[in-house]
């Protein structure tokens, strides 16, 4: 269910990362959680990126969440499909719902996140509260 | 960390019905509630298109017998109470003597000086304390809350599904009038009343028969397209429709007429708490104005968000959200009287940004007879 090839934050973003390029998105249980996703609010090219600072938000009918980043550096890429069709998170969030590219400042931020093993157990704990 | 359940909400006799049908549950007004199960838009759709049916056990229901019943309710609430017949409601609201509402109600009379009044969850205590403290005259005044399970069946299909289940003669039963009922077998009181805007019924009756109407009515409707609807979606069906909610478009300080209330405000029924204050504000104006916004950009007006009319902050939304049915963003807000008219622009502050938004009239929403 959780691709091995991503890593994984607290806040239920996910990151897959080629070298010093990351792909960040959010995760399959972040979108059961918030329903039906009606709005999306992303950065632009060339904005800077905090790890764990937001970087936008994801709204469904009921509620505004904030988007928080797993890494830091610089915005390259936009998935422009999220602006007409915010429903895609629903239906894809591992794949075509991808947020935002970003071109990595410090690699050695990753280590700090959880691997795919790692967050579903992380996943199941949240359950049990 | 803490629960719904360490917290100590309530839960009403449906709780593991929700929980097996997989609702997400949140807290609401002190109770545990089902906020969607298939999901808001889907369920909201459910109720415009087909019909939806509703656990709405959390509201409160407050007893008013004797012959100081009619005299009590004509003190404290805005509603002319009299021109009730037996087995009519009306919908009103319990007064502050500033002219603003305790909590919005629906009063029924039930019998020659028997009287039900159906209010908010979060305020029932509130309530019941308030009628209490002005009950100098000596009224029976009960807080039976826990003796009522309430379930809301609505929708355009909610007559023709319900006519399944119970003998009573729904053609005859009009819009705000209710009666004794037997419906799945439970014996209980049936109201053309509802929250959503649409033909429907709220019917009241003993808690232990809860599982038993409720899959009953999901049962025979199941074919015509009823679904099981959550606190969310009820939240979107009665903004679309223009209804306010307490706590959001009411409260202490504003009064019924800035509410756009004035139509269940009878000043001439006589002597009534906060008649005053509504009086002066007949001759001099009000000081603030509810109005209907929709977006014009792409962004969602929240609960909260401050208005902007000319550059200056002149209110903020009270309520807003995507409308499901009218596949819009819209809101209430309070504006200064002046500044209100539909079709003037505002500017509502959506975290960063500034985003054009213009008021309209209300209902958003209005069903097709």
Redesign the interface.
Known sequence: MYPDEFQYTKDHEWIQVDEDTGTIGITDHAQKELGDIVYVELPKIGDPLAASETFGTVESVKAVSEVYSPVTGEVTGVNGKLQNHPEILNTDPHGSAWLVRVHLSDPKELEKLMSAEEYEAYIQEDKAH | ?A?PETRGAKRTALYAIHKAAGA?MAEFGGWEMP??YA????EHLAVRNAAGIFDVSHMGEISVRGPQALGLLQELTSNDVARLKVFQAQYSALMYPEGSAVDDCVVHRLGEDHYFICVNAANTDKDFEWIVAHNKAGAEVQNVSSQYSQIALQGPRAADILSKVTGFDLASLRYYWCGDAQCCGVKGLLARTGYTGEDGFEFYFAPENSERVWNALLETGRDEGLQPVGL?AR??LRLEAGYPLYGHELDQDTTLLEANLGWICKLDKGEFLGRNVLQKQLEEGVRKKLVGLEMLE???A?DGYPVWMESQKVGQVTSG??A?FLKKNIGLAFVPPAAAGAGREMKIEI?TRQVRARQVPLPFYKRQK
């Open positions: 960390m629960t997400k906020i969607e999901g808001i838009t889907q969310g939240n979107t792409p962004g969602i929240r959200s995507p499901p975290r």
